[in-house]
């Protein structure tokens, strides 16, 4: 098979279902920028190196697919995408991800600046592309159903990803530098 089509020549993409929209459509935006966290945590999982925090970031990055593709479908045809879709249990998880990283670290009692160790920065940039991600997310939804468990998915993943960097920071010997309010 071809990588290239020429379909998309015109400035449209389709769903799947058959629908072709413009490249620029909210829903093509929000699954765009669910595609850009995915390469996110691929670098930040290169960064990791191997171990449970690739393996974690694997599994999260397998979410992204299937919420990409939910994302990628003419609204009422999910099912015929033949997969178990991204649902609150998934969330879920996150949290308990969560729990078990926030264990190790001291409590915050500031703001932090993003960045640290390389590791701990591109988690922060990837928390950065879920933000965003989750917001095109709500601005697809004003015009097309979108499920909340896609949006409280995401909303749990900018946090881990926020308590990750500061787990990476914490393991490579490197102190979170706290915002310092100008006066």
């Known amino acids: 098979m071809k990588i290239y089509t020429r379909t998309g ?5 389709g769903l799947f279902g058959g629908a072709r929209v413009d490249k620029d459509a909210e829903r093509v935006e929000a699954y765009g920028s669910v595609d850009e966290l995915n390469a996110c945590l691929g670098v930040a999982s290169a960064l990791a190196g191997p171990g449970e925090l690739a393996r974690s970031l694997e ?3 397998s979410d992204l697919f299937t919420l990409g593709a ?3 479908c003419v609204p009422g045809r999910e099912d015929k995408l033949g ?3 991204v649902g609150a249990e998934d969330a879920t998880r996150l949290e308990g991800l969560i729990d078990a990283a926030e264990s190790q670290l001291e409590p915050l009692k500031n703001f932090i600046l993003p960045g640290g160790s390389p590791l701990a920065a591109s988690l922060h ?3 950065t592309v879920c933000r965003r991600a989750e917001r095109r997310i709500i601005t697809a939804r004003r015009s ?7 949006v409280h ?3 749990r993943l900018s946090d881990l990803l926020f308590v990750l960097a500061r ?7 490197v102190r979170d530098t706290p915002w310092a309010v100008r006066q």
């Open 9 to 13: 020549d015109s400035g449209t993409t």
């Open 59 to 61: 599994g999260i990055q």
């Open 70 to 72: 939910e994302l990628g």
């Open 83 to 85: 997969m178990r879709l």
């Open 125 to 127: 940039v990837a928390r």
């Open 144 to 150: 097309a159903p979108v499920r909340d468990e896609i």
């Open 153 to 155: 998915y995401l909303n």
């Open 167 to 173: 787990e990476a920071n914490h393991h490579a010997g």
